[in-house]
């Protein structure tokens, strides 16, 4: 049994508090609002974001990270990737020399082109940061259904022991080398999510979500082998197989925030409905930003940025990327 803290109460990190403690794990959920932590201590689960997921008599809850964090296994920090810095700088001084902290937010810092585990590396030198990430709605965890997932590390020893606190009957988790693969697989993928959503809130169908699915890994995988990630990752559970899910779920926030905008919205009334972050309109500069940095050409990226930012409409931006020059597949003849 280990004692672990989960540091965000979101849909995901409710999620994966309900699934640890049912591991048999000692559980601690930091809440970052205080009218949150209230929430769990009167009705012990989310009920804004992930009803009727409970969490039993044993799980902790707190506001406090001096409550949260000192002699804690492992810390999975679960808030979102936008707050990922601030929450990091705030958790440094009660960080001890080693102790393993798990990212499971998704995205890329704008200003910096960082990757999440990178900006928690910087805030806390200390410590051991590694990432766990693939295709998993915390709607379905929370409910035990069968879900498969990577956890990136540093060395094979840390990969094998969030495998080992992670991992049940219905949490099955592989390990791996490659945590920039699997954190830009992560991020660029709620871009394309964002145009799959588009796309059906124009109307169109099975073959456009297929086209966007399969071109947009062509550009995730592109970007980040140029960046100098393994090409195996883009194909594995934190490329493909989270872009799979990501785009065609209806859990999926992107998704959803996508398709509002298909339909009409603008993005700032997309992500008010929507009522969760969208972190892929966070990671879509950021993306344009690395395609320029490494000459990469990604036009679904640059296509969703001038959709979100320049007033194009999505209509308008399928027609132009249907009507790109033409081009080979594989660049192989």
């Given at each position: 049994?280990?004692?672990?803290?989960?540091?965000?109460?979101?849909?995901?990190?409710?999620?994966?508090?309900?699934?640890?403690?049912?591991?048999?794990?000692?559980?601690?959920?930091?809440?970052?609002?205080?009218?949150?932590?209230?929430?769990?201590?009167?009705?012990?689960?989310?009920?804004?974001?992930?009803p009727g997921?409970?969490?039993?008599?044993?799980?902790?809850?707190?506001?406090?990270?001096?409550?949260?964090?000192?002699?804690?296994?492992?810390?999975?920090?679960?808030?979102?990737?936008?707050?990922?810095?601030?929450?990091?700088?705030?958790?440094r001084g009660?960080?001890?020399?080693?102790?393993?902290?798990?990212?499971?937010?998704?995205?890329?810092?704008?200003?910096?082109?960082?990757?999440?585990?990178?900006?928690?590396?910087?805030?806390?030198?200390?410590?051991?940061?590694?990432?766990?990430?693939?295709?998993?709605?915390?709607?379905?965890?929370?409910?035990?259904?069968?879900?498969?997932?990577?956890?990136?590390?540093?060395?094979?020893?840390?990969?094998?022991?969030?495998?080992?606190?992670?991992?049940?009957?219905?949490?099955?988790?592989?390990?791996?080398?490659?945590?920039?693969?699997?954190?830009?697989?992560?991020?660029?993928?709620?871009?394309?999510?964002?145009?799959a959503g588009?796309?059906?809130?124009?109307?169109?169908?099975?073959?456009?979500?297929?086209?966007?699915?399969?071109?947009?890994?062509?550009?995730?995988?592109?970007?980040?082998?140029?960046?100098?990630?393994?090409?195996?990752?883009?194909?594995?559970?934190?490329?493909?197989?989270?872009?799979?899910?990501?785009?065609?779920?209806?859990?999926?926030?992107?998704?959803?925030?996508?398709?509002?905008?298909?339909?009409?919205?603008?993005?700032?009334?997309?992500?008010?409905?929507?009522?969760?972050?969208?972190?892929?309109?966070?990671?879509?500069?950021?993306?344009?930003?690395?395609?320029?940095?490494?000459?990469?050409?990604?036009?679904?990226?640059?296509?969703?940025?001038?959709?979100?930012?320049?007033?194009?409409?999505?209509?308008?931006?399928?027609?132009?990327?249907?009507?790109?020059?033409?081009?080979?597949?594989?660049?192989?003849?």
């Amino acid at each position: 049994m280990a004692d672990i803290s989960v540091i965000g109460s979101g849909s995901w990190g409710t999620a994966l508090a309900w699934l640890l403690r049912n591991n048999g794990h000692r559980v601690t959920l930091w809440s970052y609002l205080r009218e949150e932590n209230e929430m769990f201590l009167k009705y012990r689960e989310n009920v804004d974001k992930l009803p009727g997921v409970l969490l039993d008599q044993e799980v902790v809850f707190t506001n406090q990270l001096e409550e949260s964090i000192p002699g804690r296994d492992m810390l999975v920090l679960a808030v979102p990737s936008p707050a990922i810095r601030s929450t990091a700088r705030n958790m440094r001084g009660l960080v001890s020399e080693g102790q393993l902290i798990v990212n499971v937010a998704k995205g890329i810092e704008e200003k910096t082109l960082m990757t999440m585990t990178d900006i928690i590396e910087e805030e806390i030198p200390q410590a051991d940061v590694a990432v766990l990430s693939g295709p998993s709605h915390a709607e379905e965890v929370g409910k035990g259904l069968p879900t498969t997932i990577v956890a990136g590390a540093h060395s094979r020893e840390t990969a094998e022991r969030i495998q080992g606190y992670f991992m049940s009957p219905v949490f099955r988790v592989y390990t791996s080398s490659d945590m920039l693969g699997i954190e830009t697989g992560a991020a660029l993928k709620n871009v394309i999510a964002l145009a799959a959503g588009m796309a059906d809130g124009l109307g169109y169908g099975d073959n456009t979500k297929a086209a966007l699915i399969t071109r947009g890994i062509a550009e995730i995988s592109r970007l980040g082998t140029a960046m100098g990630a393994h090409l195996e990752t883009f194909y594995g559970l934190s490329g493909i197989g989270d872009l799979i899910v990501t785009c065609a779920s209806v859990h999926s926030r992107n998704r959803k925030a996508g398709w509002l905008i298909g339909q009409g919205r603008t993005m700032e009334q997309a992500m008010a409905e929507v009522h969760m972050v969208v972190e892929g309109v966070y990671s879509a500069r950021a993306g344009m930003k690395l395609a320029e940095r490494y000459h990469v050409e990604v036009p679904i990226i640059q296509s969703v940025n001038e959709i979100l930012f320049e007033g194009k409409s999505a209509a308008e931006a399928v027609s132009q990327l249907m009507q790109r020059v033409k081009k080979d597949e594989l660049n192989k003849w």
